[in-house]
């Protein structure tokens, strides 16, 4: 079989077996085995594929047709300027996530200009590509990047070493208030919790359905971390700090009101590409020189 063959052969079974991108997935897994990508494929395609690697490219392709993750058979996926290590056990990074990061650092920077953090947290870390991320716009902050669960806590500092870039693993949970406590006050706070209201999780997409169902299941109305944030972690943030959290599409105006509960102030919302509100930001107020 040529090679143009196999890869139309594995992107008819994808298409058939109802995913969302079949051209674009099995171009990722064509590129895995063959390291063509669709321009080279285009050039070399009538040449014969070779055999184990067409087994190892219609394995993928079944799995993926399946309902695997593309990451996770991937086993790496990009974040910003970075590609990072991904598979079961962590939540596969978004391309709305880019925005939390981008959002928090350009609201840190219209607050303080060119004035680093010097200290940063990233809580429900998880592959840790928000903490790096952040340690990518602020070369010279002491990071932190806070992960409960064993499985993601690997990756997390997999991905560390994979960067070399300065964040520093915490093990804590963050819906206990002695987790919280271990932190020291940093003027950069940024979380992806998970968001999902636990009853929306059975009618999730498949692939959603293979990722840690911890990293999603944000409690009967997906707000249960966000209630965390603000009580527990919001105190940890220096006068002048900023917050920022990725959010639901339906959660801006729930979780505004617990932020500005928890005394933070200049709420603001961001929306994704698609046009939905996806980030918050806020402040939490100065010392006021006394009059």
Request: glycine share 8%.
């Amino acid at each position: 079989m040529t090679l143009e063959a196999l890869y139309r052969c594995g992107r008819r079974e994808l298409a058939e077996a109802g995913v969302d991108s079949p051209a674009f997935d099995a171009m990722a897994l064509f590129t895995r085995r063959f390291g063509l990508d669709r321009q080279a494929l285009l050039l070399h395609g009538e040449q014969e594929a070779e055999k184990e690697k067409a087994e190892a490219y219609l394995a993928d392709v079944r799995e993926r047709a399946a309902g695997r993750p593309l990451q996770y058979i991937l086993g790496e996926w990009p974040f910003l300027d970075m590609t990072l290590a991904v598979g079961e056990g962590v939540l596969a990074p978004r391309e709305e996530t880019e925005l939390l990061v981008r959002e928090g650092a350009a609201r840190w920077q219209r607050e303080h200009g060119d004035h680093a953090p010097a200290r940063a947290a990233d809580l429900c870390s998880g592959s840790g590509a928000v903490a790096l991320g952040l340690a990518g716009a602020f070369p010279a902050a002491e990071v932190y990047a806070v992960e409960n669960f064993p499985a993601a806590f690997r990756y997390l500092e997999t991905n560390i070493a994979r960067t070399g870039r300065h964040v520093t693993p915490l093990r804590l949970d963050v819906l206990r208030p002695e987790s919280a406590a271990q932190l020291a006050p940093v003027e950069l706070l940024a979380a992806n919790p998970p968001y999902v209201r636990c009853g929306e999780i059975p009618g999730l997409q498949r692939e959603l359905q293979r990722e840690p169902r911890a990293a999603l299941d944000g409690g009967g109305d997906g707000l249960v971390f966000y209630r965390a944030i603000a009580s527990l972690w919001v105190p940890r943030l220096v006068p002048g700090g900023v917050c920022a959290v990725e959010i639901g599409e339906d959660q801006a105006a729930p979780v505004r009101a617990l932020f500005e509960s928890a005394g933070l102030e200049a709420v603001e919302t961001a929306q994704d590409f698609n046009g939905f509100d996806r980030v918050i930001t806020a402040r939490r107020p100065r010392i006021r020189p006394e009059q």
